[in-house]
DNA sequence: AACTTTATCAACCGCAGGCGG
DNA sequence: CCCGCCTGCGGTTGATAAAGT
């Protein structure tokens, strides 16, 4: 016996909606707000399951929705958001006002692939088409297809040493192979990414959700004993082994900064992002040593002191 | 002008998670 | 703890428009 349909189907409209039924959905929110999608079609009049009359309200109806094409701006931070989060559509909506995780999906299938293509990239993995390391860990196409569901920089995540797992983490040397891997063979376009995915933790973007996706992804498989229970520390020192290996990664931009925003108000790297951006090299031409203020001791992020453990729940959305 | 192909995007569908009883 | 309801998400479909032949 399986679960009732969300509505009766047999009395309910479908396809396109009329200019007649936008009007009495927008009529009814205006007066009752949104909510109870399940009982709203009957509330308001409409012949519509309760699913229809949200994803209408929500992708076409919205007041606050931002209407035209996406900017050149736009594209890029949805392909940096895309390279943090994966098909994450939500997520990704909810850092660009008025634009909703529909016509994200949408415009990413129609615009930014072949924008990446052309580019030379991989939009599934953001890596270089002819990247060998790419195609190198992959055996079978199943896996491949695991690599599409989630992009290089989340595999690198689950082990930088700035986002820690609860517990232990026992994660296996397959992965610990495979970002270094991933480090050696991408350009400072991944640095960025890697250490941008460290502080979109940080953000909050990477919710529990996400768990879901790493156990059924690549990453629970690779490692099975590996706890993905997400907690946030403070880096650890430069003199750990793994703040060495990375060290690279620990200079790189801040989120802020490494989607395109540098100068905002927001940015918490305190330093000319053009210099370090490619690795860590000032305008002199010398190999930088200094860590950024995004990852020195005492950094105030959003307000949060380091110092102490936090757990990521705890973080509101910014 | 007629037809075919390609691009776009609104809408649908199934599934999973949260939540309350 | 279990079950069912509700909501939200991501993948996919299909209608329509635009471009090409």
Same mark, same amino acid.
């Given at each position: 016996?399986?679960?009732?349909?969300?509505?009766?189907?047999?009395?309910?409209?479908?396809?396109?909606?009329?200019?007649?039924?936008?009007?009495?959905?927008?009529?009814?929110?205006?007066?009752?707000?949104?909510?109870?999608?399940?009982?709203?079609?009957?509330?308001?009049?409409?012949?519509?399951?309760?699913?229809?009359?949200?994803?209408?309200?929500?992708?076409?109806?919205?007041?606050?929705?931002?209407?035209?094409?996406?900017?050149?701006?736009?594209?890029?931070?949805?392909?940096?958001?895309?390279?943090?989060?994966?098909?994450?559509?939500?997520?990704?909506?909810?850092?660009?006002?008025?634009?909703?995780?529909?016509?994200?999906?949408?415009?990413?299938?129609?615009?930014?692939?072949?924008?990446?293509?052309?580019?030379?990239?991989?939009?599934?993995?953001?890596?270089?088409?002819?990247?060998?390391?790419?195609?190198?860990?992959?055996?079978?196409?199943?896996?491949?297809?695991?690599?599409?569901?989630?992009?290089?920089?989340?595999?690198?995540?689950?082990?930088?040493?700035?986002?820690?797992?609860?517990?232990?983490?026992?994660?296996?040397?397959?992965?610990?192979?495979?970002?270094?891997? !991933?480090?050696?063979?991408? #350009?400072? %376009? @991944? *640095? $960025? &990414? =890697?250490?941008?995915?460290?502080?979109?933790?940080?953000? /909050?973007?990477?919710?529990?959700?996400?768990?879901?996706?790493?156990?059924?992804?690549?990453?629970?498989?690779?490692?099975?004993?590996?706890?993905?229970?997400?907690?946030?520390?403070?880096?650890?020192?430069?003199?750990?082994?793994?703040?060495?290996?990375?060290?690279?990664?620990?200079?790189?931009?801040?989120?802020?900064?490494?989607?395109?925003?540098?100068?905002?108000?927001?940015?918490?790297?305190?330093?000319?992002?053009?210099?370090?951006?490619?690795?860590? !090299?000032?305008?002199?031409? #010398?190999? %930088? @040593? *200094? $860590? &950024? =203020?995004?990852?020195?001791?005492?950094?105030?992020?959003? /307000?949060?002191?380091?110092?102490?453990?936090?757990?990521?729940?705890?973080?509101?959305?910014?």
């Amino acid at each position: 016996m399986g679960r009732s349909p969300c509505c009766e189907k047999a009395h309910t409209n479908k396809g396109a909606w009329t200019k007649e039924e936008d009007d009495r959905l927008i009529s009814y929110i205006r007066a009752h707000g949104e909510g109870c999608w399940r009982s709203l079609p009957k509330a308001a009049g409409l012949l519509r399951c309760g699913k229809s009359c949200r994803l209408r309200w929500i992708n076409y109806l919205r007041p606050d929705l931002k209407r035209g094409n996406f900017t050149e701006e736009e594209d890029e931070l949805i392909i940096k958001l895309h390279s943090l989060l994966g098909n994450k559509w939500s997520l990704i909506a909810g850092r660009l006002p008025g634009r909703t995780d529909n016509e994200i999906k949408n415009y990413w299938n129609t615009h930014i692939r072949r924008k990446l293509l052309s580019r030379g990239i991989d939009p599934a993995t953001h890596r270089p088409l002819n990247d060998s390391s790419a195609s190198h860990h992959h055996h079978n196409n199943q896996e491949q297809q695991q690599q599409q569901q989630q992009p290089s920089s989340l595999v690198a995540a689950a082990t930088t040493t700035t986002i820690s797992f609860a517990s232990s983490v026992s994660a296996s040397a397959s992965a610990v192979k495979q970002e270094q891997d !991933t480090i050696t063979t991408t #350009t400072a %376009t @991944t *640095t $960025t &990414t =890697t250490s941008a995915t460290c502080n979109a933790n940080m953000f /909050g973007i990477m919710e529990k959700k996400n768990k879901k996706d790493y156990s059924k992804g690549s990453s629970m498989e690779r490692c099975p004993d590996l706890n993905l229970e997400l907690t946030i520390s403070p880096p650890r020192h430069l003199d750990e082994p793994d703040h060495q290996k990375y060290s690279g990664i620990e200079r790189a931009l801040c989120f802020v900064c490494s989607l395109g925003l540098q100068n905002s108000k927001d940015c918490r790297c305190g330093f000319d992002t053009n210099a370090n951006a490619n690795g860590g !090299t000032n305008s002199n031409g #010398t190999t %930088t @040593t *200094t $860590t &950024t =203020t995004a990852t020195g001791a005492g950094y105030d992020f959003l /307000g949060l002191k380091t110092g102490s453990v936090w757990d990521y729940r705890s973080l509101e959305m910014k």
